[in-house]
Structure formats: structure tokens, C-alpha cells
């Protein structure tokens, strides 16, 4: 069975500066992964996804993410970014082998202060 | 395009009352349909999925029940709700074919239970 970890809780960082919210997987199998990202009191929406291909990963909103195998790592960076940008962000993961469904980290809050 | 409907959107019952929360999906056939829940602090749980009418399956023992009695239809139910029911209720599909794990959330539900 696969599982997600996402090492940060909360990121406080100032509008403009850059941010990585950090997250790591584990799996026997290969793996799709995905970032979402949640605003107050509404459903999640897709950030980005990687499914195969190119590792480097962009999504929308200025976001992009790095597929790194060897660390079994995916993080989610932003050059620079906009009080808009605060709310909570989800890594998840499933496998590609068969059907499981998607297990998703406990989230990191991205708290964006003028 | 798809879309995904969930009500009602903010729900305080007392404890031992009934619930029903009810999802629909449109334009889209034959979807895997599931019911998370997100209480504060402790990420998403998932706790039904149906890849087909009439198949649920679950993922966490509880006092709540889930059915799919059409193909777009999701509800879930409970006869006597608890206090530890409290929580951020959301429906989410993903394609039944060339399925990768990518979800499309509702709106989410709002439980409180007093």
C-alpha cells in the first residue's frame, strides 16, 4: 500500500518571495502522483498531475512540481506568490498497477502575509 | 463538461438524528463515485467508494452507511449520528476507464452535530 508524507503542516512566507511545499511518497509499485490545493470551506481542485513523461510538472496558478524518483519525492514549487495563494495544499498518490484508490497527505497550510 | 453537485452544503443535526448528504454527477457515464471526510487538523479520510451501482465498498468501520442507486448518484446515510459525525464532507468522482487515480471534488458538505 502506498502513503504520502508531507513534512510541513503550515509555510508562512511573505507576498512575492518563492515557496516549496515538500512532499514524499511511498510505494512498492510505480506511482502516479498529483497536487490539489483548497480554499476555505470548498472542494479540492487539481493543481498539477504527473502520469509519465517529463518529470518537471506544471500546473496552474505559476505552480510546478519535480518528480524525483530516487528520493521518492514531489514537491511543489512557486517563484513567487500572491496572498491569493493561501490555502491548503494536498500531494496524493496512487499506483499504476491495478486499481487503488488516491491516498492523499494530511496537507500543508501556505500562509501568504503582505 | 462535468460537473458534480452536493447538498446540502451546511448541515447542524443533533446527536442521534438521522442524515442523508446526496451527490450527483453529470456528463459523464459510468464514473467510480467516493465520500470523504475532512475533520480539523486530520487531513482526508476516505470513506466509501462504488465503482459501479449497487458495489460500495469501505474503507472505515462507522456508523455510516453509503449507497449509489443510480449510476451519477452518490448518498450517504446514517440513522444515528454521533458527535465524532462532525466534520467536512466531501463527494468526489474519477473516470471508471484509463482510470489514474485524478479525483473531481464537489463543494463539500458542512456537518456539525450538536
Known amino acids: 500500500a502506498q502513503s504520502v508524507t508531507q513534512l510541513d503542516s503550515q509555510v508562512p512566507v511573505f507576498e512575492e518571495a518563492p515557496v516549496e511545499l515538500r512532499c514524499n511518497y511511498s510505494s512498492s509499485v510505480s506511482v502516479y502522483l498529483f497536487w490539489y490545493v483548497q480554499y476555505p470551506n470548498q472542494g479540492l481542485q487539481l493543481l498539477l498531475k504527473?502520469?509519465?513523461?517529463?518529470?518537471l510538472v506544471k500546473g496552474i496558478n505559476g505552480f510546478e512540481a519535480e518528480f524525483n524518483k530516487s528520493q521518492t519525492s514531489f514537491h511543489l514549487r512557486k517563484p513567487s506568490v500572491h496572498i491569493s495563494d493561501t490555502a491548503e495544499y494536498f500531494c496524493?498518490?496512487?499506483?499504476?498497477?491495478?486499481?487503488?484508490?488516491?491516498?492523499f497527505g494530511k496537507g500543508t497550510m501556505l500562509l501568504v502575509s503582505p | 463538461s462535468q460537473t458534480i453537485h452536493q447538498w446540502p452544503a451546511t448541515l447542524v443535526q443533533p446527536v442521534g438524528s438521522p442524515l442523508s448528504l446526496e451527490c450527483t454527477v453529470e456528463g459523464t457515464s459510468n464514473p467510480n463515485l467516493y465520500w470523504y471526510r475532512q475533520a480539523a487538523g486530520r487531513g482526508l479520510q476516505l470513506l466509501f467508494y462504488?465503482?459501479?451501482?449497487?458495489?460500495i465498498s469501505s474503507e472505515v468501520p462507522q456508523n455510516l452507511s453509503a449507497s449509489r442507486p443510480q449510476d451519477r448518484q452518490f448518498i450517504l446515510s446514517s440513522k444515528k449520528l454521533l458527535l465524532s459525525d462532525s466534520g467536512f464532507y466531501l463527494c468526489?468522482?474519477?473516470?471508471?476507464?484509463?482510470?489514474?487515480?485524478?479525483?473531481?471534488f464537489g463543494e463539500g458538505s458542512r456537518l456539525t452535530v450538536l
Open positions: 462504488s465503482v459501479g451501482i449497487g458495489q
Open positions: 468526489a468522482w474519477s473516470v471508471g476507464q484509463g482510470y489514474t487515480g485524478e479525483l473531481f
Open positions: 496524493a498518490v496512487s499506483e499504476t498497477e491495478g486499481y487503488s484508490t488516491l491516498t
Open positions: 504527473y502520469l509519465s513523461g517529463s518529470t
